[in-house]
């Protein structure tokens, strides 16, 4: 069976933990997050006839004075940048992510993620911040992890991105 | 000339050449030639080959397994084409291989029963088997653990980028479903190690421990290699882990280069780590010393010995004291023992017992003795000892306190006192005790039996029964209180009574006579009957009319009724409400309800209604009070009309009616308001007209309005963007508000914008939008609100309305 690395990065609070959670069913505790800065799950999804088996790292969320770890991203096949579709502030974020992973490990399937589209009324992303993150040429699906709403969809399409590069 | 002269000078340097160099000129055409021709080239590799493969094979194993595909691929060819030659050249080796792989099993096999049979019958064996009861693990499990040094459980090939599993080996399998996972999070606890403490690129974790359990780590260049193991394992063994690595890394190395997440490849590598998967066990335990066994037999029997000795004295006290249990039985009067024997470790007692005698049990427990060694057979006999047949005749005759019976030879003399039946039963019965041939009564004096005088004293009716048990004195039935009271009175002239039970039921007191009226009357769930000290039964509650005239019919029947009040039953709300409905007849704008007897009224009537309703209701039955809240009826929309009619408003202007006051709203020239307040006063029911909210402007302003009105700005698709059709509109828009501007420069504007889109943050970009559409037009002050919102934010069919207020900046 074909195996891929991907990890879910983002500001911390942006709903990636609860993303995972509504893909997979969680071996190990999320205590690992809080001690470790990462949580590690699996999935297989099939694409076609190909069985992948997803080796899913949730990376501790990204804070002012608590940068991501570069080295929990090596390997990894593809990565979901997850946004907070009710804070316009994590889209910088996003794109401080994004660009130390193209500088630390070079350009690599991506996704964005405008969570918590569940939330319309709170909603705070403006159509000006959003094609600031078309530069990067990545699709984007706008996602609740409370409804399930593309969840699954995201991570078919990665799995797509990574075995149909 | 000179031409000749040339040719010469070159012959004979050709010449000159050929006297020095003629030997070298042939070395390097010959080494030509081996170069160019591959026919010499496998010539002379051929005469090496042997020597540079033996010399290769001596400094390490990689031409080995360059060699390895091509010989396996060889091997597969030449088996599929014909096994015969391989079959024959491997017997020689085969054979001897399969026997010494059978004596090999046999041996280990014996070797196990060996472990086996010392472990079970060992202290030690007996100790781990303790061990394995206390603790619910397998025997197996515990004889391991106490044996083991160490033992590899499971090996995991990791890649060392990805932390992705390339292939995973355990002893058992089945218990580790998830070796991906654990793969990947040793892999994230090694990156989190190394970014702690900064350690350099190469370094990396040796080992993880956690008790008996340890993680040993070994890396290599693209692969990491970690291996579970529980005990000790030693230092070899790390040797032996770099060792596979380089191989793995060396025979896998493309692979690895190209890895991209297909673990098919690796699969092979379970050949490199299955010799990995070792255990070390516990030398044999060492033998106990061949004297201990003969101490140990020494003792055993001189604690038999011991014990036999203290056994037999105990036999002999225990016999002791059945003996002296089986005289005790003997000297009893009433009891003959025939036989005592012991068999079996029970004793075994036969003989006589008459059942008036002393229990043998009760006996047995004043000892020591255990009554589970008893065997009791005592056969049942009557003693005809004097004492025994006085004992009979009194268990049997049961006389009272006041006779004493005496035995004169084969008679029973009766004396003193008896009521004359018992006395005639005592002649019945006590002929037929053994010892008594008959009895003898002259000394006794009759006197009445107890019931005779009690019916003699209460003098009871028929429906009383009477039930005398020895002293106590039960009465039961029906009875007036008079007959109960005086019986209770009686009863106590009757010495002999001592307890008396009265189970009688007055059949004239009020409890008696309610259940009798609840019995006759069957009333409904909302009557509630009750009964005074006088007898008089009222009844209250909700009742139809039928249930009140049979009521009233039944009641004569009940016995002990004085009276009977039915005043305080009404009939239902329902039935009055609709008697009331029927004699009204309401219009449907009036509400009719009742309560505690008030017939409420509320809605709308004419006057006339009204009027009648309030003679009418409290002269109907079950209504004591009539609360009419019925408003005067007025047809606002005709009045409405008739002032629209009067006042012939234009289009620009709205009318609205309320509470006998009219309002206008809306644009309209100073002619048309003077000459509408002029004219209200002869619309009917109209005695106020109010015109603050209508605006005085003129002709002109009004139909720039009605042109602002009719303008509908649509964005039909879900992209912000400000079409020129749009354009054109919001450009309209503005002249016409320019317009208006010159006639009013406080006027207030409005028109309608009609979205179909879905998410609110794209409708925000619309609305900015529009205003910075506005802008470029000149008008800086603007707002908009919504007016009407039909969509669901999740539903893009859905459209979505607002209205575009479009102020002025003047003051």
New interface residues.
């Given amino acids: ?5 991907i990890c879910i990065l983002g500001a911390a609070g942006v709903g990636k933990t609860s993303l995972t959670a509504q893909f997979v069913y969680s ?2 505790s999320e205590k ?1 997050l809080s001690t ?3 949580k ?3 999935k297989v999804v099939k694409i076609d006839n190909t069985s ?2 997803l ?1 899913i ?1 949730d990376i501790h969320g990204e804070e002012k004075y608590k940068k991501i ?1 570069s ?2 991203v ?4 593809g990565i979901f940048t997850v946004i907070d579709g009710t804070r316009s502030e994590t889209i910088q974020t996003a794109h401080g992510i994004l660009e130390r992973v193209h500088s630390d490990i070079g350009k690599i399937p991506n996704i964005f993620l405008l969570n918590k589209s569940d939330l ?2 709170a ?5 000006q911040a959003l094609a600031a993150l078309k530069k990067y040429g990545d699709p984007m699906y706008t996602t609740s992890a409370k409804t399930g709403e593309h969840v699954d969809l995201s991570f078919q399409q990665l799995t797509k991105m ?1 075995i149909n590069p | 000339m000179s031409n000749n002269t040339s040719q010469q000078h070159e012959a004979a340097m050709q010449a000159l050449r050929r006297l020095l160099f003629e030997q070298e000129t042939t070395r390097i055409d010959r080494l030509e030639e081996l170069l160019n021709n591959q026919e010499l080239h496998a010539q002379e590799i051929a005469k090496i080959l042997a020597e540079a493969v033996q010399i290769r094979s001596h400094s390490d194993n990689k031409l080995g397994q360059a060699l390895t595909p091509a010989v396996e691929e060889a091997l597969k060819n030449s088996i599929a084409r014909n096994p015969q030659p391989l079959s024959d050249a491997l017997f020689p080796v085969m054979g001897p291989a399969i026997r010494k792989a059978i004596q090999s099993s046999i041996a280990s096999m014996l070797q196990s029963m060996n472990q086996t049979l010392e472990h079970s019958f060992s202290a030690q064996g007996l100790r781990w088997r303790w061990d394995a009861i206390s603790t619910g693990k397998p025997f197996a499990e515990i004889v391991l653990l106490n044996t083991l040094n160490y033992r590899v459980e499971q090996i995991f090939l990791i890649h060392k980028e990805t932390g992705l599993l390339l292939k995973h080996i355990a002893l058992d399998p089945s218990h580790y479903e998830d070796a991906d996972i654990v793969s990947s999070m040793l892999t994230a606890v090694q990156d989190f190690i190394h970014d702690s403490f900064s350690s350099s690129e190469n370094q990396g974790i040796e080992s993880l421990r956690m008790g008996d359990l340890q993680v040993l780590i070994e890396q290599g260049p693209d692969v990491v290699l970690a291996l579970v193991c529980r005990g000790n394992p030693p230092l070899s063994l790390r040797e032996t882990m770099q060792a596979t690595i380089e191989d793995i890394q060396h025979e896998f190395h493309e692979s690895l280069q190209n890895f991209d997440g297909d673990t098919q490849a690796f699969e092979v590598t379970e050949l490199n780590l299955s010799p990995l998967l070792v255990a070390d066990y516990q030398a044999k335990i060492k033998k106990s010393s061949p004297l201990k066994p003969l101490m140990l037999l020494g003792a055993m029997i001189t604690a038999i010995i011991a014990w036999v000795v203290w056994d037999y004295k105990q036999q002999a006290d225990i016999v002791a004291q059945w003996q002296s249990y089986v005289q005790q039985l003997s000297d009893e009067p009433g009891i003959v023992i025939t036989q005592f024997q012991q068999h079996s470790g029970k004793y075994m007692i036969t003989g006589l017992r008459d059942p008036l005698s002393h229990d043998p049990i009760r006996i047995l427990e004043k000892t020591s003795l255990p009554q589970a060694q008893l065997k009791l057979d005592l056969q049942p006999y009557l003693s005809l000892e004097p004492p025994f047949i006085l004992k009979r005749a009194a268990h049997i005759l049961n006389p009272p306190q006041s006779i004493l019976l005496s035995l004169q030879g084969e008679a029973l003399l009766l004396s003193g006192n008896a009521p004359k039946d018992w006395v005639n039963k005592a002649l019945e019965k006590a002929p037929l005790i053994a010892g008594i041939s008959h009895v003898d009564t002259s000394n006794v004096s009759a006197e009445p039996s107890l019931l005779e005088r009690i019916l003699a004293v209460l003098k009871p009716d028929s429906s009383i029964q009477i039930k005398l048990d020895g002293d106590t004195l039960t009465l039961s039935g029906e009875s007036s209180s008079a007959w109960e009271k005086q019986a209770q009175k009686n009863i106590h002239s009757i010495p002999q009574i001592k307890q008396y039970q009265n189970n009688i039921t007055l059949i004239d007191s009020p409890d008696y006579v309610l259940k009798q009226a609840h019995k006759a009357l069957r009333p409904p769930k909302s009557i509630r009957l009750r009964i005074t000290s006088n007898m008089e039964l009222i009844a209250q509650g909700i009742a139809t009319e039928t249930w009140i005239k049979q009521a009233k019919q039944k009641v004569k029947s009940i016995t002990y009724i004085s009276a009977y009040d039915d005043k305080s039953i009404s009939l239902p709300d329902d039935i009055i409400l609709q008697r009331a409905i029927e004699a009204l007849q309401p219009a449907e704008t009036v509400q009719l309800s009742l309560s505690n007897n008030t017939l409420l009224a509320t809605g709308e009537a004419k006057q006339g209604w009204i009027d009648a309703a309030n003679n009418q209701a409290i002269q109907l039955e079950g209504i004591d009070r009539f609360d009419n809240q019925v408003a005067t009826w007025i047809d606002e929309a005709a009045i409405l009309a008739a002032a629209i009619q009067r006042l012939q408003p234009p289009s620009s202007v709205r009318l609205s009616f309320s509470n006998g006051a009219l309002f206008a709203a809306g644009f309209a020239t100073g002619a048309w308001i003077s000459q509408a307040q002029a004219q209200f006063g002869l619309v009917d029911g109209v005695h106020s007209f109010y015109t603050s909210k209508l605006k005085n402007t003129t002709e002109e302003w009004i139909n720039i309005q009605k042109d602002i009105n009719s303008i509908s700005i649509t964005f039909p698709n879900t992209i912000a963007k400000v079409s020129p059709s749009i354009q054109e509109s919001i450009a309209l828009l503005a002249s016409l508000f320019e317009q208006a501007q010159t006639i009013e420069s406080n006027s207030q504007l409005l028109t309608k914008v009609l979205y179909s889109n879905t998410a609110s943050f794209i409708t925000s970009l619309r609305l900015k939008a529009i205003q910075k559409e506005l802008t470029t037009h000149g008008i800086t002050k603007q707002k908009l609100k919504v007016i009407s919102h039909k969509a669901d934010t999740h539903d893009i069919s859905q459209v979505i309305h607002f209205a575009l207020e479009v102020g002025s900046n003047k003051p």
Avoid at chain 1, 1 to 5: C, D, G, H, L, V
Avoid at chain 1, 74 to 77: E, L
């Fill in positions: 069976m074909i195996q891929k690395k071996k190990f690992y470790m800065g990462v590690i799950d699996k992948v088996n080796m790292w770890t080295s929990y090596r390997g990894s096949a319309s009324d909603w705070d992303i403006n159509e990574l």
